[in-house]
């Protein structure tokens, strides 16, 4: 092989080392529990509240009747629920008294109106983001009191739990949305 071979299967080889080089993954930033769950918390916001938003008022007291819903919650039953559940989550996550009042399954009663609805769930939302916040190493699998009876339950399931509580939620009201002949915002092309 000459010179000018040589130098042409050089040329290769840094070509290709500095190709490789460019895909290379750049090392991750320290990431902590309290990022991941925060981000999962974000994700289901973002989905939950423009649903939750997308309902006119006029509808907001929607509940299905044909078929095998009988005796289930409002849309607006539906809303407050998840915020009350949010609400008495991050409290045991914080491990302080629910600063609102959560009212029972459906939520408070005092709470009515759509613009009262997604208020509620908002604030719901921004004190799950606090709650999240005091989550670390040290305490995300540190035993609580359950806030349903006698058993115990760490931080972290609780997060996990508030994840997949807001997405179930979810397509309980995305079946609603599509049912007034609203397509849900995250549906929306």
């Not at 058993?151 to 997949?164: A, E, F, S």
């Amino acid at each position: 092989m000459g010179p000018k071979y040589g130098v042409i299967a050089l040329c290769i080889v840094l070509f290709g080392v500095l190709a490789s080089a460019q895909t290379m993954p750049k090392p991750e930033e320290h990431r902590t529990i309290q990022m991941v769950l925060d981000r999962a918390l974000i994700n289901v916001e973002k989905e939950f509240v423009p649903a939750a938003d997308a309902m006119p008022d006029d509808k907001y007291n929607f509940a299905p009747t044909n078929g095998e819903f009988k005796g289930v919650r409002t849309f607006a039953q539906q809303v407050k629920h998840v915020a009350a559940t949010n609400y008495e989550l991050g409290a045991v996550i914080l491990q302080e008294k629910p600063p609102v009042d959560i009212g029972d399954e459906t939520g408070p009663d005092s709470v009515r109106t759509k613009a009262e609805c997604i208020r509620y769930l908002k604030e719901s939302f921004t004190y799950l983001h606090k709650a999240i916040a005091v989550v670390n190493e040290q305490n995300a699998v540190e035993s609580l009191k359950s806030p349903w009876g006698q058993n115990t339950v760490t931080r972290l399931g609780l997060t996990t739990l508030i994840i997949g509580h807001c997405f179930d939620h979810y397509g309980q009201i995305a079946v609603y949305l599509r049912m007034n002949g609203i397509i849900p915002p995250a549906s929306r092309m």
